[in-house]
């Protein structure tokens, strides 16, 4: 016997504004209930210290939140300097404290260009990574500490947003893969005083920006018509890939999985990502397809908003 869906099918994606104190998956559960939705997910954690925006999926949707997680993000972030503690951030347990020295805006400029580009960082033990099947996160909390491999992320922007005594408001704009926790111990130690996290605020993910995200105040204070117009659409995070229109006899052989003789896609110019293309059928998302080297068009991943 099948298991009987609890909620009703809701496809799209709602960007919240995520309050401080609360958890990513808390956030993406207290908006489920307001949508009664049945199937839910998020495009990768923020800390229950950070707010800003969190986009959550909804249906199909989820089928693009891998994909989300591989955006680009901004992020505004206060540093306390002199300060270390366990986390990374004021969460944690102040392990260490330091004087902090007189800086000047020149002296902080240069140390923020030496983090500007590609960058080898290493991730801190309170993140969600595995060891040997086991998260850091849990190993840390039992004390323990493990080595951890470098990985090469990328930081495109990195400004100095405001600056007084000990504490340093940066905007940061950087690959998939940054830990802004340790980018602000890191900077902390070249500035010869250490550093944490005192607040963070995520600003952009993607092409998508916290301007357009609503609070959970908001969404709860709407009628059930305005909060199913919060709703992004679910191709939307798509939309730089070419789009192709279908023949209803086309859609029918691409939901039954079959290749289709497609030409025009040969066609279709630069701006092609590895061949892939958004599948249309009139106005409805049909999926991605592939175009392969015989010329013909084969379905990638498919969506049903029909929940048929």
Known sequence: ????????????????????????????????????ANKAGHTGSLDPLA????????????????????DNKRYQVVIQLGVMTDTGDAEGIVIETKQVPDLSVDQIQACLNTFTGEIEQIPPMYSALKYNGKKLYELAREGKTVERKARRICIFDLKLRDFFKDRLTLEVFCSKGTYIRSLAEDIGHTLGCGGTVTALRRLEAGQFSIEDAKTIEQLTAMNEQDLFQCLVNVDKPMEALPAVQLSAEQAVLIKYGQSINFTA?????????????????????????????????APKRLFNMNNE
Do not use: W
């Open 1 to 36: 016997m099948s298991k009987r869906k609890s909620g009703r099918d809701v496809h799209g994606i709602v960007l919240l504004d995520k309050r401080p104190g609360v958890s990513s998956n808390r956030a993406l559960q207290e908006v489920r209930r307001l949508f009664n």
């Open 51 to 70: 707010t800003g925006l969190l986009p959550l999926c909804f249906g199909e949707a989820t089928k693009v939140s891998a994909l989300m997680l591989d």
């Open 265 to 297: 896609f040969q066609n279709s110019g630069p701006g092609t990502m590895q061949g892939t293309a958004r599948m249309y059928q009139a106005s409805v998302f049909l999926g991605l397809g592939e175009m392969l080297m015989d010329g013909k068009l």
